[in-house]
């Protein structure tokens, strides 16, 4: 239960929510399932006790996340900036979903919500929320942010309001960042959550099919191409890394979400530990990382790439070349070498 956390305020965010306010729920950079899904969960609840909510993104999902119902009302900072200015100035609460400092929303919008004097309220799984925040749920042990909301939900009574949209919505973020129930599990909670929102009637084999086979031609072929001409593999460090330049992308007309989970094919390979995707940006090299057992990634990721996550999967941000960051990385992970190898598979 959430009142057993350490961080949770719950009863004092329900208080904040006992008379319709304008309410803003923000989603982190690179929109994933669950923070997408989460926002849209928490939206079908609040606009059943009459609040004015306003879904806020910093750029758009990937396509096989924008058939969630009403994805199409979620304002895009990117592409109107203004709109969203004025939704942040005229808000009573601002909800963080799925991210635990601001800059992981980007640049431009994390000045903005900097610098709103809105109650903010903290709804997130990472670990090492920054202190910015009024109001906090903050759980690493949750499978996702859905899951959290979920049981806000149920903590405060209000099961009945677990509707179809409610629980397809939540759904998504719970099946996206456990990788379809196979990482991110610590207990029975989320096949619990999991049968609970199945009861609601929604259509879980048609969600997985949206979800998971839903790739454009483009995407399937940039896959392959990741795997068979990309794939490195250093079996004496136990570390795989798959890197894609920004030519590479832009020959198989890369979108948003076309390389989630190649990371999870470089994991795959037998006796590797950890594994690394590197996709070149206009100013950056963006790295997301994936390990097994106890070889904690987001601490390499929070040293060396300013950046973070969970044990397991992390990521972060270099500003230096992809050469220079590749080398980088092998001598990160020839210095943790010792500790790899202590890694049982």
Same mark, same amino acid.
């Given at each position: ?38 926002? %849209? ?150 096949? %619990? ?153």
């Amino acid at each position: 239960m959430l009142k057993d956390l350490k961080y949770n305020e719950y009863q004092k965010i329900s208080e904040q929510l006992n008379k319709p306010r304008k309410i803003i729920l923000t989603a982190h950079a690179s929109p994933d399932g669950d923070t997408i899904g989460s926002c %849209l969960g928490l939206y079908h609840y609040l606009i059943q006790f009459g609040h004015q909510v306003k879904v806020v993104s910093p750029n758009v999902a990937p396509s096989f996340l924008q058939w969630l119902a009403n994805y199409e009302q979620i304002l895009i900072f990117d592409t109107d900036a203004k709109a969203v200015e004025q939704e942040i100035m005229d808000a009573d609460l601002i909800f963080a979903i799925d991210y635990n400092t601001f800059h992981r929303i980007g640049k431009g919008l994390d000045t903005l919500l900097e610098k709103s004097k809105t109650v903010k309220v903290l709804i997130d799984h990472h670990p090492n929320p920054n202190d910015i925040f009024d109001y906090k749920i903050s759980d690493t042990s949750a499978s996702s942010t859905a899951q959290l909301i979920y049981q806000f939900i149920i903590d405060l009574g209000h099961f009945d309001k677990i509707n179809k949209v409610v629980a397809e919505s939540l759904y998504v973020g719970l099946l996206t960042d456990t990788g379809s129930f196979s990482y991110s599990i610590n207990s029975e909670k989320p096949y %619990l959550m999991a049968a609970a929102l199945y009861n609601t009637g929604i259509d879980i084999q048609a969600i997985n099919q949206r979800i998971y086979s839903a790739f454009t031609e483009d995407r399937l072929r940039l896959t392959g191409f990741a795997i068979s001409e990309k794939l490195v593999v250093n079996h004496e460090l136990r570390f795989a890394y798959i890197a894609l330049t920004a030519e590479e992308l832009k020959q198989f007309k890369h979108q948003s979400g076309d390389t989630e989970g190649l990371v999870n094919y470089a994991l795959s390979v037998n006796n590797i530990v950890a594994a690394v995707l590197l996709t070149e940006k206009e100013d950056k090299i963006r790295i997301s990382f994936r390990s097994k057992g106890n070889f904690a990634v987001n601490i390499i990721a929070n040293e060396h790439f300013k950046g973070g996550g969970h044990k397991n999967a992390a990521g972060g941000n270099s500003y230096i070349s992809m050469s220079d960051t590749i080398k980088k990385l092998n001598d990160i992970f020839t210095q943790n070498k010792e500790e790899i190898n202590t890694v049982l598979l």
